[in-house]
């Protein structure tokens, strides 16, 4: 009886509390370089990936083939001299992902690049719907389509749950949950 008292009594929006753990398995960004990358352009990369990658699960190292080969290196399709080149590597090193200096010229092109290595359609979907909403759940389907389908009606339940206590929470919630769905396949 009391712990559902007390449980009752800290009501409490999303807004106020927050926390991601990201775990202890880390990515690592492999950034190919040779000597004919400007030395400015090198450190705008160091400058971007510490802001880009210091909340991310994402360790960004630096490589300069100009001082040797580079065992990751063999894994990226072709390399244009004096073009930074990424390869992302998976935390167990099975997987990995050549990403591309952008051809065209943003604004500022090493922010793009490794910006790329952090962002997603998900991503950008979640936090365009964090503020206004109460809780916004990532689904990330899985390969079994009937143990996917049992999962979303659970969130789509929960969900249902909760919007009718909305008008009850202390601070004003502008939307119920919302949910983001990464599938399977991607």
């Known amino acids: ?3 559902a008292a007390a449980a009752h009594a800290c ?6 509390v927050g926390f991601a753990d990201l775990g202890n398995e880390r990515y690592t960004f492999f ?3 040779d000597d004919q990358v400007p030395g400015g352009q090198v450190d705008q990369l160091g400058q971007a990936a510490s802001v880009l990658f210091g909340d991310a699960n994402v360790r960004f190292q630096l490589v300069d083939l100009a001082k040797g080969e580079h065992p990751q290196a063999k894994r990226l399709a072709k390399r244009k001299p004096g073009v930074p080149a990424g390869l992302l590597l998976s935390p167990e090193g099975e997987l990995a992902w050549p990403v591309d200096f952008p051809a065209a010229a943003p604004d500022n092109p090493e922010w793009a690049f490794l910006s790329s290595v952090v962002s997603s359609p998900a991503r950008d979907e979640l936090i365009k719907k964090l503020i206004p909403a109460y809780a916004v759940i990532l689904f990330v389907e899985g390969t079994d389509t009937a143990q996917t389908r049992r999962a979303r009606i659970a969130v789509d ?5 909760i919007t009718p206590l909305l008008p009850q929470m202390p601070k004003p919630v502008d939307h119920p949950p919302e949910v983001v769905v990464v599938p399977a396949n991607r």
Do not use: L, N, Q, S
């Open 1 to 3: 009886m009391t712990a």
């Open 11 to 16: 009501r409490y929006t999303v807004r106020d």
């Open 31 to 33: 950034c190919f370089i």
């Open 157 to 161: 339940d929960a969900i249902k749950a």
